[in-house]
C-alpha cells in the first residue's frame, strides 16, 4: 500500500497579519513580500507529482503562505489539484472565509482548514491582531457547513501555555473537528521557548486528563497528540509500549522530518522543515526534488547523531521537536529542550 507524501508548500507572503511568532517575518529574513507566478506553480505541482512518482508515494499538499487564499491564482491552483485528484489542507486565516467561498473549497476537494488560536482572546489578538479571535472561533462554522473538518493549531510557549486548557474548552465550543498543539520554535531575538521541562510534562497531564474527560462525555472534537514528547509521555504512563518486534535502524514514528515531508517556499526554495531556519537544501526552480531528496536531505537521516535521542530507548518513535533545538541552538541534533527525561550519554 502507498503511502502518502506532505508537501508544506507556501504559494505567497501575503498575509492579513504579522504574527509576532511568525518565520516569514522573524529575524527581518523577509525583504518583501515573495508569491510564486502561475508557471511556477505549475512547474513546482508537477515536480512534487514527479518526486511521488519515483518513490511511489502519494502526494498530499497542505497549502499554506501567507494566507494562499490571498494569491491572485490561488483558485487556478485548486483546479489543478482536482484535475489531478490530489487531496490537499488548506493552512490560512478566518478573514476571507463566507459560506460560499468554504462550499468552493470543499467542491475542489479541500480536506481540512487549519485555523491558528494562540490564547484566549486578549493574548491570541496581541499575537495576531485585534478581533482576530473572536473571527476565527465564528469561521469554524463556516468550514464544518461546507463538509470540510475544521482544524485549530495552537503554537505554545511560555507566554500562552497556561491559557491552553482554556483555549481547549473555546475550541470544543466552537465544534472544531481536531484540535492540536505544538512549541513555538525560538528565532535569532528569541532563543527559549520559555517553558522549562516538567512544567511542559505538567501540561501535557493536565489536557490529557481534559481530553479524556471530553471524550467520555461524546465530545465530537478530534484531539490530536501533535508534539512527539507525547510519545515519551504516554510511555511514562503505559498508554505506549515499545512493540516486542522491530527492524533495528527502522524509524516508526516521531518527527517527519527526512522522512515524509518537505516544504517549499514562494522563493522556490526548499526546507527539510519551515519550522528549521537554516534547512534549505534547494530550490525547486533549479534542481529537481528527486535529487534533493538523495542527497543532500540525507543530513537530516543520521539518526544516530541526535545527541540525546541516540542513547534513549524510543529514538525509533519519538526524537521530540529537532525544529525547536535547532532554534536554541542552531544545532538539528541537540537534545529538545524540553524532554524531561534523564538519558545516560
Avoid at 534547512?279 to 533549479?286: A, I, L, R, Y
Amino acid at each position: 500500500m502507498q503511502q502518502y507524501f506532505a508537501f508544506q508548500w507556501h504559494i505567497t507572503d501575503e498575509c492579513d497579519q504579522r504574527c509576532k511568532h511568525c518565520y516569514i517575518f522573524s529575524e527581518d529574513t523577509c525583504k518583501k513580500l515573495d508569491a510564486m507566478t502561475w508557471q511556477q506553480m505549475q512547474h513546482t505541482f508537477h515536480q512534487c507529482l514527479e518526486f511521488c512518482q519515483v518513490f511511489h508515494r502519494l502526494p498530499y499538499f497542505y497549502i499554506t503562505g501567507g494566507d494562499p487564499i490571498l494569491h491572485p491564482d490561488f483558485w487556478k491552483l485548486l483546479s489543478l489539484m482536482k484535475e489531478h485528484h490530489v487531496p490537499f489542507t488548506i493552512l490560512g486565516n478566518p478573514f476571507h472565509l463566507t459560506d460560499e467561498v468554504c462550499r468552493r473549497l470543499k467542491e475542489y476537494g479541500c480536506e481540512k482548514y487549519q485555523l491558528s488560536l494562540d490564547g484566549i482572546r486578549e493574548t491570541h489578538d496581541w499575537f495576531r491582531k485585534p478581533g482576530s479571535f473572536d473571527i476565527t472561533l465564528e469561521k469554524i462554522g463556516c468550514i464544518n457547513r461546507a463538509g470540510i473538518r475544521s482544524v485549530v493549531m495552537t503554537t505554545v510557549s511560555g507566554t500562552n501555555i497556561d491559557e491552553i486548557p482554556d483555549i481547549i474548552d473555546a475550541v470544543v465550543k466552537a465544534k472544531a473537528r481536531v484540535f492540536a498543539f505544538a512549541r513555538y520554535c525560538p528565532t535569532s531575538e528569541e532563543k527559549d521557548v520559555g517553558i522549562a521541562p516538567l512544567r511542559y510534562r505538567q501540561l501535557l497531564a493536565d489536557c490529557d486528563k481534559k481530553f479524556k474527560a471530553y471524550q467520555a462525555a461524546g465530545c465530537q472534537t478530534y484531539f490530536n497528540k501533535k508534539d512527539h514528547l507525547w510519545t515519551l509521555y504516554e510511555y511514562e504512563t503505559g498508554a505506549f509500549t515499545l512493540p516486542e518486534h522491530t527492524q533495528e535502524g527502522m524509524i516508526y514514528g516521531g518527527c517527519n522530518c527526512g522522512n515524509c515531508h518537505l516544504t517549499i517556499l514562494p522563493t522556490g526554495d526548499v526546507y527539510a522543515c519551515r519550522r528549521v531556519q537554516n534547512s534549505k537544501v534547494g530550490n525547486v526552480f533549479e534542481d529537481r526534488l528527486t535529487d534533493l531528496w538523495l542527497s543532500p536531505m540525507e543530513d537530516y537521516r543520521e539518526y544516530t547523531r541526535f545527541e540525546k535521542c541516540a542513547h534513549c530507548e524510543l529514538l525509533a518513535w519519538c526524537r521530540g521537536c529537532p525544529a525547536v533545538a535547532s532554534g536554541q541552538s542552531g544545532n538539528f541534533y541537540a537534545a529538545d529542550p524540553q524532554c524531561w527525561k534523564e538519558v545516560a550519554v
